[in-house]
């Protein structure tokens, strides 16, 4: 079982410095590394990037270290293309998708590190189990009126254009959790707080036309930590690498609570 907890009195130490073999265009990177097999501290290792080689996004970055530098760095990633959500992380002080997020837009050095306020699995990998239990909780799915539909032969759920135009904004979301990782009151209470991605999601089955569970999902809501720990503060929609702004869904659930009264 790994122990995903920091050494007592733990702090960022610097860690190993690669060097390029060549010096043509080079950029520095910077990342968090920690290992929960070893007690050690944790690290900044500095690579020296041979930027001509390498392809245009921070992710294609740590792929070309992991490749060619350091076998050991550790992060998710899967589709490239922004699609699958797995590659988010906090690089260069914003939590973002590192295959959206092109090397060219960063001046200076750039800096890597797992999304804030989780606990680490190993160097970049975030523990997402605690989210996904919350994201379960708003049972991500459709319910329907199972009798009605098996007297109507199970026929198709037909929706209306202007139905399905509800589900925009929302659909769209990658499960990355940047949203919810920048949001000072998931910080403090990501315990019962369910954060900006979940509600985003609960706000896509609340508004959908053919789900028969809209007023048991506002009430099992209502509830001061789950949904009104949020305070509007909109770090989510800032942070947010999709567009897509959590922080509106949030309060048309609010509002939708308030007109179901
Ligand atoms: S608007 Fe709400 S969910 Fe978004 S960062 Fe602020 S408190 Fe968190
Ligand atoms: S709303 Fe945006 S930041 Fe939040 S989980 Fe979805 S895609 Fe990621
Ligand atoms: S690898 Fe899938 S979103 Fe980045």
């Known amino acids: ?13 610097k860690g190993k410095h690669y060097k390029a073999e060549n010096n043509n265009n080079i950029k520095l990177m910077h990342v968090y590394r920690w290992d929960p097999d070893k007690n050690d501290n944790p690290r900044i290792d500095t690579y020296e990037l041979e930027i001509n080689s390498c392809g245009p996004k ?20 899967s589709c490239r293309e922004g699609v ?10 914003i939590n973002t998708l ?5 090397i060219n837009e960063i001046k200076k050095d750039i800096w890597v590190y797992p999304l804030p306020h989780m606990k680490i699995i190993k160097d970049l990998v975030p523990d997402l189990s605690e989210a996904y239990k919350q994201f379960e909780s708003i049972k991500p799915w459709l319910q329907l009126d199972e009798e009605k539909h098996q007297k109507n032969n199970n026929v198709e759920q037909i929706q209306s254009k202007e139905e399905r135009a509800k589900l925009d904004e929302s659909w769209e979301c990658v499960m990355c959790f ?35 569970k809209r007023e048991d999902r ?44």
Not at 58 to 77: G, P, Q
Not at 181 to 191: E, I, K, L, R, V
């Open 1 to 13: 079982m790994v122990e995903l907890s920091l050494p007592q009195n733990s702090k960022v130490v």
């Open 58 to 77: 921070v992710l294609d970055a740590l792929i070309k270290i992991k490749n060619e530098i350091d076998t050991t760095l550790t992060f998710r990633r």
């Open 84 to 93: 699958c959500g797995s590659c988010a992380m906090n690089i260069n002080g």
């Open 98 to 102: 590192a295959c959206l997020k092109p």
């Open 178 to 212: 940047c949203c919810t990782t920048s949001c000072p009151s998931y910080w403090w209470n990501g315990d019962q707080y369910l954060g900006p991605a979940t509600l985003l999601q609960a706000s896509r089955w609340i508004n959908d036309s053919r789900d028969k």
């Open 218 to 261: 506002l009430m099992s809501l209502e509830d001061s930590f789950k949904l009104y720990r949020c305070h509007s503060i909109m770090n989510c929609t800032s942070s947010c690498p999709k567009g897509l702004n959590p922080a509106k869904a949030i309060a048309g659930i609010k509002k939708a609570i308030v007109q179901k009264k």
